[in-house]
């Protein structure tokens, strides 16, 4: 799994810098404090899952953190959502970020089924306090 999330972390990393370089004041200190949050945020995740938490349970903080983080990612637009309403123009929607967007989602969704389809059916993770 470490090994197939490199290439992720890359563009990722990529796509924020250049963001950063490319943004105005106001966007960078936002793109700064975002990065100085959730950076030790996941780090503290990470130390925990390791020394703290054992299988499952650790598993299932990962589930809701990762959770947490696509239900933001795919909030962030909805300011967007607002002004084009509002304007009844969609000029402020960029296209590539929709497209890419769109890709993501359905990648993630063939995954799930090709993942569901190899398992078969799981029983869930019950966790003991």
């Known amino acids: 799994m470490f090994y197939g999330n490199i290439s992720g972390f890359t563009v990722s990393?990529?796509?924020?810098?250049?963001?950063?370089a490319l943004a105005d004041n106001k966007a960078?200190?936002?793109?700064?404090?975002?990065l100085l949050t959730f950076a030790p945020a996941i780090l503290l995740l990470g130390v925990i899952s390791s020394f703290v938490l054992t299988g499952d349970k650790a598993a299932?903080?990962?589930g809701f953190t990762c959770n947490a983080i696509t239900?933001?990612?795919?909030?962030?637009p909805l300011s967007?959502?607002?002004?084009?309403?509002?304007?009844?123009?969609?000029?402020s929607i960029y296209l590539p970020m929709c497209i890419a967007n769109l890709?993501?989602?359905?990648?993630?969704i063939g995954y799930?089924?090709?993942s569901a389809i190899?398992?078969?059916p799981r029983e869930h993770i019950q966790i003991q306090a």
Do not use: D, F, H, P
Not at 13 to 20: N, P, S, V
Not at 28 to 34: K, V, Y
Not at 103 to 108: A, F, M, Q, R, S
């Open 71 to 76: 239900i933001m990612y795919y909030a962030a």
């Open 112 to 114: 799930g089924m090709v």
């Open 118 to 120: 190899q398992q078969g």
């Open 13 to 20: 990393l990529y796509t924020t810098l250049t963001a950063y």
């Open 103 to 108: 890709v993501n989602t359905l990648l993630w």
């Open 80 to 91: 967007t959502a607002v002004s084009v309403i509002r304007s009844k123009s969609s000029s």
């Open 60 to 62: 299932v903080m990962w």
């Open 28 to 34: 960078q200190n936002l793109i700064l404090a975002l």
